[in-house]
């Protein structure tokens, strides 16, 4: 456990100092910054203002672009580490694989989290300076929502970077992946359901199996109980979990996926040769 | 101490090493030469526990692989190409120290001190930052404060000058007498004088593997005297980096001292010069 902190300290150290945490912190802090900055707080949607309606476009935001930027910044981590021969040195150390890799995803999950929760009590303290209401039970679920978020693409980041030989091919089967990802969410699934061309369970379990489908509706499900402003695929898995069981499942289901993908990672890391 | 037998190793359908047989016991230092491609840098990874392959590998009795933190713990790895690593010497120094008990910051500081680096004054700078030669130093005296039973070394002093290979070798052969080296070169003049065994790689097989006998002043310093024919800017450089001091004043004749141990390397270096020396005595 000792040599996992470690390793999680001195990759979180080198990583501090690279270009993309610098842009990374520049996009989440500069994004609620802007936020405020265009008069967010003062306009309404869905019967929603202040502090809340700059929380919803703040965390739409993140849903649209948190998962590509965690894949980009995460699936380096151990195709660059044995491109750059790094890693043959390190694991000439006495370190076992297992600290390796986990101090590692340890790093990385602090890397993409801290920064978009502190975005996230920076809107706090100004919106206390401005005197709004504050939230705190969608700021919780927010935060929440966030943390699995993270910690699912970071999953399937780690799992990409253990796969892959080369950087390229990490990045673009990220992209790759993304792209999917975002194209099972249900507002483009209900063009085949009106078409009739797939049974309709098919779709509510393509939509149900995809995490970006998850936190999208997670996303709005506080505002929007009804799901009035989603798709259809989301109707139906509303009616059949209900709002408290669609709540704990989109911040469920990332979490354990994560675990899943990271898991799948470490095992493939773990069996193979290590370069 | 290393045992293989029947060591096999594939990448794809290429096979990398073939059959191969070794016994390495306690206190050998072993070059292990051969072209690019003969399969030393596999050979070493497979010993490092980095790839899975058919045959048998013990080291310390125990399979490199499944007990990499037990093998590990007792081998020093300096690679041939110092890595691109991102941290600062301090926190290179700290990291290496806590991976092993036998390390430790004040020992690996010791060690670099020996070799001609400083620590501290370059504490703050990222291991990048520093020269190839200053890099290896590091390396080198990560590797040695673990106190390894087994060192191995790619290219060992490839990116040193003559005084850091010095106190380098000269280190080697006093205190590390009863430690095992595995030193992959590609030139047995590099490290013949430290050596006890050669071992030739060829397409994965063993084509040549031989007793050294070590020379008796390997680890003794010698007086040198050197006259030059006529003034040289290169013969100039080349005492320079010796170490060697100009006498009576002109740029004819050197004085100075090297490592018994680094004698084949200094004189293939005065080789270039052959023509140009009318007298060399060495004591």
Not at chain 2, 95 to 110: D, H, N, P
Not at chain 2, 205 to 218: H, L, M, P, S, T
Request: hydrophobic share 50%; aromatic share 10%; glycine share 8%.
């Amino acid at each position: 456990m000792k040599i996992l902190f470690q390793v999680a300290r001195a990759d979180f150290r080198e990583s501090v100092r690279a270009k993309w945490f610098f842009i990374y912190n520049l996009v989440f802090g500069g994004a609620i910054i802007l936020l405020f900055a265009l008069g967010i707080t003062e306009s309404r949607v869905l019967g929603f203002t202040g502090l809340s309606r700059l929380l919803i476009t703040y965390i739409q935001l993140c849903v649209a672009i948190l998962p590509i930027l965690i894949l980009i910044s995460t699936v380096r981590s151990v195709v660059g580490d044995r491109e750059s021969n790094v890693l043959e040195y390190f694991l000439s150390m006495p370190i076992s694989l297992a600290a390796y890799f986990w101090g590692k995803v340890v790093s990385k999950f602090i890397l993409v989290f801290v920064p978009i929760f502190f975005a996230l009590i920076l809107a706090i303290i100004w919106g206390a300076i401005k005197g709004l209401f504050i939230p705190w039970n969608i700021i919780g679920y927010y935060s929440l929502l966030l943390g699995t978020l993270s910690w699912c693409f970071l999953g399937i980041g780690m799992l990409i970077s253990s796969v892959v030989k080369r950087q390229e091919w990490g990045l673009g089967l990220s992209i790759l992946i993304w792209l999917i990802l975002l194209l099972f969410i249900d507002a483009i699934l209900i063009g085949l359901m009106m078409q009739h061309k797939i049974i309709e369970s098919v779709i509510v379990g393509v939509a149900l199996l995809n995490p970006m489908m998850a936190f999208r509706t997670g996303a709005v499900l506080l505002f929007d109980p009804e799901l009035t402003a989603i798709g259809p695929a989301s109707w139906v898995i509303l009616d059949a979990l209900g709002f408290k069981g669609f709540l704990a499942f989109t911040v469920t289901y990332p979490f354990l996926l994560g675990w899943f993908f990271a898991g799948l990672g470490y095992f493939r890391f773990k069996r193979g040769d290590l370069f | 101490m290393i045992n293989i037998k029947n060591l096999t190793k594939k990448f794809g359908k290429t096979v990398i090493l073939d059959q191969l047989n070794l016994e390495i016991k306690k206190g050998e230092r072993i070059a292990l030469v051969g072209q690019n491609g003969a399969g030393k840098t596999t050979l070493i990874r497979v010993l490092l526990g980095h790839y899975l392959h058919d045959g048998d590998v013990s080291v310390f009795g125990l399979d490199p692989r499944n007990k990499r933190i037990e093998v590990l713990d007792r081998i020093g790895f300096v690679p041939q190409l110092p890595p691109p690593i991102q941290m600062t010497v301090e926190e290179l120094t700290a990291f290496s120290a806590g991976t092993s008990q036998k390390s430790s910051r004040k020992k690996i500081q010791e060690y670099a001190d020996n070799l001609g680096l400083d620590i501290i004054k370059n504490g703050k700078k990222t291991f990048q930052k520093l020269s190839g030669g200053m890099k290896q130093k590091l390396l080198i005296a990560l590797a040695l404060a673990r106190e390894p039973d087994i060192l191995i070394m790619d290219e060992p002093a490839a990116n040193l000058d003559p005084q850091g290979r010095q106190a380098f070798l000269l280190y080697l052969m006093e205190k590390m007498k009863d430690t095992t080296m595995l030193l992959s070169s590609h030139r047995v003049d590099e490290v013949l004088s430290l050596i006890t065994r050669i071992v030739e790689l060829d397409f994965g097989r063993i084509v040549q593997d031989e007793q050294v006998e070590i020379g008796e002043a390997a680890g003794q310093m010698l007086d040198c005297q050197i006259t030059f024919s006529s003034p040289n800017d290169a013969t100039g450089r080349v005492m320079e980096s010796w170490h060697f001091q100009p006498m009576n004043g002109n740029k004819l004749e050197y004085k100075g001292q090297f490592l018994g141990a680094d004698k084949l390397r200094f004189m293939t270096e005065l080789s270039h010069f052959a023509n140009n020396i009318i007298k060399l005595s060495i004591n």
